[in-house]
């Protein structure tokens, strides 16, 4: 299995918002769906290690979440729905932070930026485009050797050439053996992606809704 | 008003603390006292004083004439509409606030003439003073009457002549003075101030380091605004650096070197007072620093609010004063909480919810 959960609840202010008992993946494109304030993105974030929470979660059967927590972070990368990054950091600060912390290897860093057409590379993120905040949040995600890439909400904000550079790259990693997990309200299936299991958050939990 | 001067030294805050450290760290007690001497004494130290406040005044007026054209600032043209003697005494106590520091080194100026009986020297600082608030005052009615809300200014002054360091730790001291200018240099004063007054009282007679002990750590302590403002940056915004591959133990080091960098000046002043050796201030550097790393670890296993801290904060002060006078040893203090701090932080750092912000 690439990713495993087991007995994962998540709190938020005290209220909980997630109790998955057990829920396993293979190598594929997972499309997480679920009506706004459903969880989505804290199951991403709990997932990426950004908010700690109860149970296991193991990634490629052998790198656990809170036991590993470096190896399992270099192995999964997330580009958050709305991401925030400090006002006065250009794009190519923290690209090249990122690369350096996931151990990126040789001229992906300059493919990621030209491929998604981040152009105001030197510009701050105060003054850059919510469009173009994205597109760098998306190219961290890609950043260094993952085998599963969380995209919340992927399509939102960027414009069509940066939507078809996007899913050329997803088809590229996964045909590479990447799993994707991806939310969106939006369908993506007539650009080509053939997604392997369609989960719905509903109730804490994810419901299995669709598969091959 | 409260926001312009607010901008003003949250913006300028870089510069002040450069101004603090000038004063307070390369000059000494006696060049403070024979600068008010000249001041007070000379044919032209009166002149010289005007200037150098004038000068200052006019920064002051430059910064609200740009403010003002700041399109978040567009709101502060509604006081037109105020009557003219509520709007000029609002502009004018704007004014004083604005030319506080000139207010504060008035009360040395003070001190000094009445400590050599010279208060009938004094006078004309009155009258610069009233001069240098209604110059503001009259700037803020002048852009008031004369709106503008658009800047003509096309490039940053505040571009670096070198890249940015792609360095955590850079970005997090960056961080702090861009965006908590005021709280840095709050807390630098304060705990510079506390330093001072240690060494000065450390001088007056036989003391050992226990004395010195306990004023240091209290003005180290004085830095767990910056603490908590550093942790807010780490868990709040920058929550998504959670996801990076960066083990506990680095992030641990960060830590330390980032609260090792903020206590640095007040130490560096201990420094050039000369009262306390070199391995005697390495000690209460090493104690200062582990009493804020264990307020910060601390702050993982139970995050709240500054103001909920304080009590804890406080109850362990009188901790640490009572260990400190029972003659347990600074640098085993400092070594035990450097300890505690890294077990408490590498526990509850991926185990227990930050309080989202």
Same mark, same amino acid.
């Given at each position: 299995m690439v990713l495993e959960v087991q007995h994962l609840k998540q709190y938020y202010a005290g209220h909980q918002v997630l109790e998955i008992d057990s829920w396993k993946i293979d190598h594929g494109i997972y499309w997480i769906q679920g009506e706004n304030g459903a969880g989505k993105s804290t199951l991403f974030r709990s997932l990426a290690g950004m908010l700690p929470c109860s149970g296991t979660i193991t990634l490629n059967g052998k790198y656990d979440l809170k036991a590993q927590p470096v190896p399992y972070r270099l192995g999964l990368n997330l580009g958050e729905a709305e991401p925030l990054y400090p006002a006065f950091l250009t794009p190519a600060d923290l690209i090249s932070f990122v690369a350096r912390a996931r151990s990126s290897p040789d001229g992906q860093r300059d493919m990621l930026i030209e491929s998604l057409g981040i152009n105001y590379i030197k510009q701050t993120f105060g003054s850059c485009s919510s469009g173009m905040v994205k597109k760098v949040s998306l190219a961290l995600a890609f950043l260094g050797n993952p085998s599963v890439i969380i995209l919340d909400e992927p399509l939102i904000t960027i414009d069509m050439e940066a939507r078809q550079a996007l899913f050329l790259l997803i088809k590229s990693y996964h045909e590479k053996g990447v799993t994707f997990l991806i939310s969106s309200h939006q369908p993506f299936q007539q650009e080509g992606l053939q997604v392997t299991e369609t989960y719905l958050l509903k109730n804490k939990t994810l419901i299995k809704t669709s598969g091959q | 008003?409260?926001?312009?001067?607010?901008?003003?030294?949250?913006? &300028?805050?870089?510069?002040?603390?450069?101004?603090?450290?000038?004063?307070?760290?390369?000059?000494?007690?006696?060049?403070?006292?024979?600068?008010?001497?000249?001041?007070?004494?000379?044919?032209?130290?009166?002149?010289?004083?005007?200037?150098? =406040? @004038?000068?200052?005044?006019?920064?002051?007026?430059?910064?609200?004439?740009?403010?003002?054209?700041?399109?978040?600032?567009?709101?502060?043209?509604?006081?037109?509409?105020?009557?003219?003697?509520?709007?000029?005494?609002?502009?004018?106590?704007?004014?004083?606030?604005?030319?506080?520091?000139?207010?504060?080194?008035?009360?040395?100026?003070?001190?000094?003439?009445?400590?050599?009986?010279?208060?009938?020297?004094? =006078?004309?600082?009155?009258?610069?003073?009233?001069?240098?608030?209604?110059?503001?005052?009259?700037?803020?009615? =002048?852009?008031? &009457?004369?709106?503008?809300?658009?800047?003509?200014?096309?490039?940053?002054? @505040?571009?670096?002549?070198?890249?940015?360091?792609?360095?955590?730790?850079?970005?997090?001291?960056?961080?702090?003075?861009?965006?908590?200018?005021?709280?840095?240099?709050?807390?630098?004063?304060?705990?510079?101030?506390?330093?001072?007054?240690?060494?000065?009282?450390?001088?007056?007679?036989?003391?050992?380091?226990?004395?010195?002990?306990?004023?240091?750590?209290?003005?180290?302590?004085?830095?767990?605004?910056?603490?908590?403002?550093?942790?807010?940056?780490?868990?709040?915004?920058?929550? =998504?650096?959670?996801?990076?591959?960066?083990?506990?133990?680095?992030?641990?080091?960060?830590?330390?070197?980032?609260?090792?960098?903020?206590?640095?000046?007040?130490?560096?002043?201990?420094?050039?007072?000369?009262?306390?050796?070199?391995?005697?201030?390495?000690?209460?550097?090493?104690?200062?620093?582990?009493?804020?790393?264990?307020?910060?670890?601390?702050?993982?296993?139970?995050?709240?609010?500054?103001?909920?801290?304080?009590?804890?904060?406080?109850s362990g002060f009188f901790i640490l004063t009572l260990l400190i006078l029972y003659k347990v040893p600074v640098w085993g203090i400092a070594g035990a909480g450097l300890m505690g701090s890294y077990y408490v932080f590498t526990r509850y750092y991926s185990s227990t919810h930050i309080r989202p912000w």
């Open positions: - | 008003m409260l926001s312009t001067v607010q901008a003003f030294f949250r913006q &300028r805050a870089g510069m002040f603390f450069v101004l603090l450290a000038i004063l307070f760290g390369f000059m000494g007690a006696s060049e403070h006292y024979g600068f008010a001497l000249f001041f007070l004494t000379d044919a032209l130290g009166m002149f010289y004083l005007a200037v150098i =406040w @004038t000068c200052y005044t006019i920064l002051c007026c430059h910064f609200i004439n740009n403010l003002w054209t700041q399109p978040e600032y567009a709101f502060i043209y509604q006081t037109r509409i105020w009557p003219d003697h509520l709007r000029l005494g609002r502009y004018f106590l704007m004014a004083l606030a604005f030319l506080q520091p000139i207010l504060f080194y008035s009360f040395y100026l003070g001190d000094i003439a009445r400590q050599d009986k010279l208060l009938h020297k004094i =006078w004309p600082i009155f009258i610069f003073y009233i001069l240098l608030s209604l110059t503001i005052t009259l700037l803020a009615e =002048w852009r008031i &009457r004369n709106p503008q809300m658009f800047s003509s200014r096309t490039k940053s002054t @505040t571009v670096w002549p070198f890249p940015r360091p792609v360095s955590w730790i850079y970005w997090s001291i960056e961080w702090l003075v861009r965006e908590k200018g005021l709280t840095v240099l709050c807390c630098k004063t304060g705990a510079i101030g506390v330093v001072v007054c240690t060494l000065i009282y450390y001088q007056t007679d036989d003391y050992d380091i226990r004395l010195p002990a306990i004023g240091f750590s209290l003005a180290y302590l004085l830095n767990i605004g910056l603490s908590f403002e550093h942790f807010f940056w780490e868990n709040g915004i920058w929550l =998504w650096n959670r996801s990076l591959p960066v083990s506990a133990s680095s992030r641990f080091s960060r830590i330390v070197l980032i609260h090792a960098l903020l206590l640095m000046p007040e130490t560096l002043i201990g420094l050039r007072y000369q009262v306390v050796s070199v391995s005697e201030l390495t000690q209460l550097y090493g104690l200062g620093l582990a009493s804020v790393l264990l307020f910060h670890a601390c702050l993982y296993k139970n995050s709240r609010s500054l103001e909920d801290t304080l009590k804890p904060v406080l």
